[in-house]
């Protein structure tokens, strides 16, 4: 009877440990939140500089560049299950992909 005991015991630590690695929906809704923050606001930033150059160098800051495709631009929005299964290197390059359109100009 000690043995069934023990291996009862065995199983509710081994089944412990398992829950407390998964992470919890409630903690990636939080990481999947700050990361879609700290996207708009760098997209922000990003738009505050272009207008701030474009007054500086261009004299104008409602210039246009009409030679750039709106389509070759990155999309922002990612919805939270397709980023919920990608892995941090997928992540982080697609982020770089998407920055890339602003420096290849």
Do not use: I
Not at 5 to 13: S, T
């Amino acid at each position: 009877m000690t043995l069934y005991w023990r291996a009862l015991f065995l199983l509710c630590c081994v089944l412990s440990c398992v829950q407390s690695f998964s992470p919890s929906p409630v903690l990636q809704r939080s990481k999947y939140n700050d990361s879609f923050s700290l996207t708009r606001s760098t997209r922000t930033r990003v738009q505050q500089l272009q207008k701030k150059y474009k007054e500086q160098q261009l004299g104008n800051k409602h210039f246009e560049d009409r030679s750039r495709q709106l389509n070759d631009l990155p999309l922002l929005s990612t919805d939270f299950y397709s980023w919920l299964k990608l892995t941090d290197w997928e992540r982080l390059h697609s982020a770089f992909v998407d920055m890339q359109a602003y420096w290849n100009s």
